[in-house]
């Protein structure tokens, strides 16, 4: 590549953004790099800062953005439980929009220049009839973009190899050369006299079929890096003599860039481009073919995204680097290849095609099993720990497959044995953790020791992702204190996505729920009056006839709610649900007083219908948490008159840990 074109890109983003400092910088990394380019060529420098002040001139001009545009429906797809309507603008740009009201295929909406105004419809007919889709598969996934299994998906995530189920540059790459190896056959079989070159059939072809296959997959920004880097290296190699990842990567960066300046800021355009990156400087340092180069090719994606992965996920997968040398294969060499072949065969012989495609799915339906199992194999790791170990994990592989021996292999297990026996890194699992979390709704995620897990109410939006993101995909217990959305809005969103053992729930709990539930595959109860699990155990502190919940028929839904202690280790937590005045009062006269308690979860967000004087004097907790933000400050007084500490949670997270207390007895046995 001419260092010509480096500095006019460089130029002219720094001059777009107004960013001048970049050209300094720019400027003294070539001189680092190549101290005799400045010298001998001082018209690429002077080239560069034209096209500088060429782009702030452009980004100074720059027209405002459209107020908006007419849009034509042009069908439907669904996002786990949300139906997005697909539209085309007049210019000629494919969204996909949620609207509040469903429109029918061919409906002409205004849609605004900025997200926070209305779509407004303007033709065309409502949607009475929801369009029913086939449900998510695998083959449809890697091939075509389709929507992946839910479960699986969450696993994967988990596992760090979400990105197989993306369509990126890994598909695009392995269709491309299969279509290449075709056109090699195709060229050999046509007739000399039509002087048709090889590499210009390749080039056509690929060209169009590269294109095709990037717009029928959703044409998203990775697909889109991946078609320029795959037209860019047919071109360089194929006309010019010339070709890379380099290369590659520099074009298809400058066309994004030029197509779309604020791409850049889109964390998937920076992995995408990091990992391409990482994988173009690992293959220049070790081997290039074999097993080794698929080593340094996983390794230098893993290291290249991980500042990227951190800065915007705070979580690194201790998972990730492992589970590309040795899960990504398997993908790589025998998933995506069978689903294209499944795929093709479905377009030339409907009926076995259909048959293979089942049977495929209903066997790769079985990955989440074995997946989640490997992945609760692994203690849970800090950022910082997990960082650590992924760069130990990455210089032992590339030292030893770059001089291979047993020598080289023996001591690489010993350093990383060394480093798993490590307690630095590792998130302590001795103790009792609550995450209460409070995302216009609330939930209280429970883990204890030896791995089991309770999640009281199902309120919290995003509730699936950040279990996964504390390393959470099975919850063995699901308990539902009552029937308001901000308590159960991602019940079953929660289910299709982690493996859920079993739903606890109150008597007025909606039978279409129940039935939804059964019909994905989890149990549904009522909250038995005592249960254990695993060393702790759960007591149903509300009323009760000997066989789970019995609130009066006259109760509101509010009092009617499920109210919890946890026992643990001589720790004990109270979970109050919403109850109000009335159910505090029949709590208060139901019993004696517990005395102190480790923690209490304030009930109805602390407000002042809820949480009365004499609860307090009947409980007494160390602590309390309060989700959300109506709490009253009578409430906040109460709870300091009882000596409370009170924490607040609002529209985040808040993570606790409470060690055993060995000098306390603990409660009497109870049964499941």
């Not at 497959?401 to 490590?422: C, D, E, P």
Request: hydrophobic fraction near 50%.
């Amino acid at each position: 590549m001419h260092p010509v074109w480096f500095w006019i890109v460089a130029g002219w983003f720094a001059g777009f953004h107004h960013w001048p400092w970049v050209m300094l910088l720019v400027f003294g990394v070539r001189w680092s790099v190549a101290r005799d380019e400045s010298r001998r060529r001082k018209w690429v420098v002077a080239a560069g800062m034209g096209a500088c002040i060429a782009g702030a001139w452009t980004g100074a001009a720059a027209p405002l953005p459209d107020v908006g545009e007419r849009a034509v429906v042009t069908g439907h797809r669904r996002v786990e439980d949300r139906l997005l309507h697909r539209v085309r603008t007049t210019s000629g740009r494919r969204r996909s929009l949620k609207l509040p009201s469903l429109r029918a295929e061919g409906a002409v909406l205004w849609v605004p220049g900025s997200s926070r105004l209305p779509v407004i419809p303007l033709s065309g007919s409502r949607l009475e009839r929801v369009p029913v889709e086939r449900p998510p598969t695998l083959v449809g996934a890697v091939t075509l973009g389709a929507p992946a299994p839910p479960r699986l998906k969450t696993e994967l995530r988990q596992a760090g190899l979400s990105h197989v189920l993306a369509i990126s540059g890994l598909h695009l790459s392995l269709v491309t050369l299969a279509v290449l190896a075709g056109l090699g056959r195709l060229h050999r079989l046509l007739p000399p006299r039509w002087r048709i070159e090889r590499r210009a059939l390749e080039v056509v072809v690929c060209l169009a079929f590269v294109w095709w296959y990037r717009w029928i997959t959703g044409a998203s920004v990775s697909t889109t890096r991946a078609a320029i880097m795959m037209s860019s290296w047919l071109l360089f190699t194929r006309y010019l003599g010339a070709g890379g990842l380099g290369t590659s990567l520099f074009w298809s960066a400058a066309c994004l860039w030029t197509w779309d300046p604020g791409c850049w800021r889109d964390p998937g355009f920076q992995l995408s481009f990091s990992a391409v990156a990482g994988i173009a400087a690992a293959l220049r340092w070790a081997p290039g073919s074999g097993l080794a180069g698929s080593v340094a090719a996983s390794v230098g994606a893993s290291l290249a995204t991980l500042p990227v992965v951190w800065f915007h996920f705070a979580r690194v997968s201790p998972l990730f680097l492992i589970n590309n040398l040795f899960i990504l294969p398997m993908f790589s060499i025998i998933i995506i290849p069978s689903s294209f072949i499944i795929i093709i065969l479905t377009k030339v012989w409907p009926t076995g095609g259909g048959f293979l495609q089942r049977s495929a799915d209903d066997m790769w339906a079985t990955l989440p099993g074995p997946l989640g199992a490997w992945n609760r194999l692994w203690p849970e790791w800090t950022p910082a720990g997990a960082a650590v170990w992924t760069l130990v994990l990455a210089a032992s592989a590339l030292w030893i497959v770059r001089r291979r021996g047993s020598r080289r292999l023996a001591l690489a297990a010993v350093v990383l044995g060394a480093l798993w026996f490590l307690p630095w890194g590792k998130v302590p699992a001795d103790g009792l953790r609550l995450t209460f979390l409070a995302v216009r709704g609330e939930s209280t995620l429970v883990r204890l020791p030896g791995g089991r897990t309770l999640l009281v109410d199902a309120g919290s939006a995003g509730l699936a992702g950040e279990c996964v993101r504390r390393g959470v995909t099975r919850i063995d217990r699901v308990v539902i204190t009552h029937n308001h959305a901000d308590h159960v809005q991602e019940l079953i969103r929660l289910v299709g996505e982690l493996e859920v053992g079993l739903v606890w729930v109150g008597p007025r709990f909606p039978e279409p729920w129940r039935r939804r539930l059964r019909g994905l595959g989890v149990a549904v109860a009522l909250m038995p009056p005592c249960a254990r699990l695993g060393a702790a155990k759960l007591w149903l502190r509300s009323r009760h006839d000997g066989r789970g919940p019995d609130p009066p028929a006259y109760w509101s839904e509010n009092d009617a709610s499920l109210v919890l202690e946890l026992a643990w280790g001589g720790r004990r937590i109270w979970f109050l649900g919403d109850i109000e005045a009335a159910a505090e009062r029949d709590l208060i006269g139901r019993g004696p007083s517990p005395g102190r308690v480790d923690l209490v979860k304030v009930a109805h967000h602390g407000r002042f219908t809820s949480s009365t004087a004499a609860l307090w004097m009947w409980i007494r907790p160390d602590q309390a948490v309060i989700c959300g933000r109506e709490a009253s400050s009578i409430v906040l007084d109460r709870l300091g008159r009882a000596g409370a500490v009170v924490r607040v949670v609002e529209g985040g997270t808040l993570d606790l840990r409470f060690g055993e207390r060995p000098e306390e007895g603990d409660e009497t046995t109870c049964g499941d």
